[in-house]
C-alpha cells in the first residue's frame, strides 16, 4: 500500500519527546525522512521541573514521556522509517539555518517543515520575569520565524512546501500565561502572513494547537490546578468532569498527527492560513477567522467625547460582553 508522504523530507523542531515525537513517527510512518530535533542531547524540557512541583503520578507520567532527537530518531528506525536527529535552538538564526541546509545536504530536499519547538511555564504581567518572557516566546515565535526564512525559498523552488506551526489555545489570551499566550499569538499572527505572502505559491502555511500527551503538559496542568486551588479552594476550580476530558484529549500524541500528516500532503494544498486544534482523543477543530462585528462612523468631523459616551454603548456596543470579566 502507498503511503501518503513517500519521498517527502521533514523536519519536525522540538520532536525529542510529547507531541513532537508523536509527530515525526506519524510522519515517518507516512513515508516522509525526518529530521528529528530538540536543543542538544538529553531531556532537556523535561530537566527544568522540579521534583517537588509534582505529584508521584505526575513525576512517573512526565519520565516515561522525555527523550532527545536521537532518541526519536532510533524509535523511527526501530519502526521501519527514516530518520535523522539534529540538535540546536533554533530560536538561533544562524542554528536555524544549518537545520534547514542540513535536510537538503542530507536528503536532497525539504518538503515538510514542523515548527514544534516551544518553551512552557506559567506566570502573570507582574511574575513573569524577563528569562521566562523569552523562554516562552523565542523557541515559538523566532524560532518559526527563523527556520521559514531559510526554508521558504527552498520549497518555492522545488515547486512544492507544508509548514506546520505549533500554537496553543492559549493564543487567544489565557490568564496567567500572558508570556505564553503572547508567543502563541504571535505564531497566529504570522503564519497567516506568511500564508498569504504564499497564496500564488504551491506552498502552504497553516497553524495547529495540539493537545495531547507530553512532559510539559503533565507537569503544568497538575501545577495549575494546585496553584488555582491554593487560591480560590478546591470546590472553586474546575468541574471534575472537566478536568476528566482535559485528561482524555491529552491522549497520545499519535493519535492527533494524522490530520497534521494530511495537511502534509499533495490533497490539501487547499488549505493555508487556517488555525486548527488536535487532540490526543481523535477530535479536530478549526478556530473562525478574526471579523469585524459592528461600527460606528462620523462622516467629516472627528468625535467628541460626549458623543462616545452615548454613541458607543448604545450603537457600538449594545451587545457587548466583556472577553475578561464576563464570567465574573
Known amino acids: 500500500m502507498s503511503k501518503s508522504l513517500e519521498g517527502r523530507v521533514a523536519i519536525v523542531t522540538g520532536s525529542g519527546q510529547g507531541v513532537g515525537r508523536g509527530i515525526a513517527r506519524v510522519l515517518a510512518r507516512e513515508g516522509a525522512k525526518v529530521i528529528t530535533n530538540n536543543r542538544k542531547p538529553g531531556s532537556v524540557s523535561a530537566g527544568q521541573y522540579r521534583r517537588e512541583d509534582m505529584s508521584e503520578e505526575e513525576y512517573v507520567k512526565a519520565i516515561a514521556l522525555k527523550g532527545d532527537a536521537e532518541a526519536t530518531a532510533r524509535l523511527i528506525q526501530s519502526e521501519g522509517g527514516e530518520a535523522v536527529p539534529f540538535y540546536g535552538d533554533v530560536s538561533d538564526y544562524k542554528t536555524a539555518e ?23 511555564g506559567q506566570g502573570t504581567i507582574e511574575t513573569t520575569g524577563e528569562k521566562d518572557w523569552d523562554y516562552m516566546t523565542l523557541a515559538k515565535m523566532k524560532g518559526a520565524f527563523n527556520t521559514m526564512h531559510f526554508a521558504v525559498p527552498i520549497m518555492k523552488a522545488q515547486g512544492f512546501g507544508r509548514i506546520l ?30 500564508a498569504r505572502e504564499l497564496a500564488r505559491e504551491p506552498v502552504t502555511v497553516n497553524v495547529y494547537c495540539p493537545e495531547a500527551a507530553s512532559p510539559g503538559h503533565v507537569v503544568e496542568f497538575g501545577k495549575t490546578i494546585r496553584s488555582m486551588e491554593e487560591r480560590l479552594g478546591k470546590e472553586a476550580v474546575f468541574d471534575p468532569g472537566k478536568i476528566k476530558q482535559v485528561e482524555e484529549d491529552h491522549g497520545p500524541a499519535e493519535n492527533a498527527a494524522p490530520f497534521l500528516a494530511y495537511l502534509c500532503t499533495e490533497e490539501a494544498e487547499y488549505i493555508s492560513g487556517s488555525v486548527f486544534t488536535v487532540k490526543g482523543s481523535g477530535k479536530i477543530e478549526i478556530y473562525s477567522e478574526p471579523v469585524i462585528t459592528n461600527r460606528i462612523w462620523k462622516k467629516g468631523e472627528r468625535w467628541t467625547v460626549e458623543e462616545l459616551k452615548s454613541a458607543v454603548p448604545d450603537e457600538l ?12
Open 317 to 328: 456596543l449594545f451587545w457587548y460582553t466583556s472577553p475578561a470579566r464576563g464570567n465574573l
Open 98 to 120: 544549518k537545520m534547514i541546509n542540513f535536510a537538503v545536504e542530507h536528503y536532497g530536499r525539504l518538503d515538510i517543515l514542523v515548527n514544534n519547538a516551544a518553551g512552557l
Open 165 to 194: 506551526n505549533c500554537a496553543s489555545g492559549a493564543w487567544t489570551g489565557t490568564a496567567n500565561l500572558c508570556a505564553y499566550s503572547a508567543g502563541n499569538a504571535g505564531v497566529v499572527g504570522l503564519s497567516k502572513a506568511v
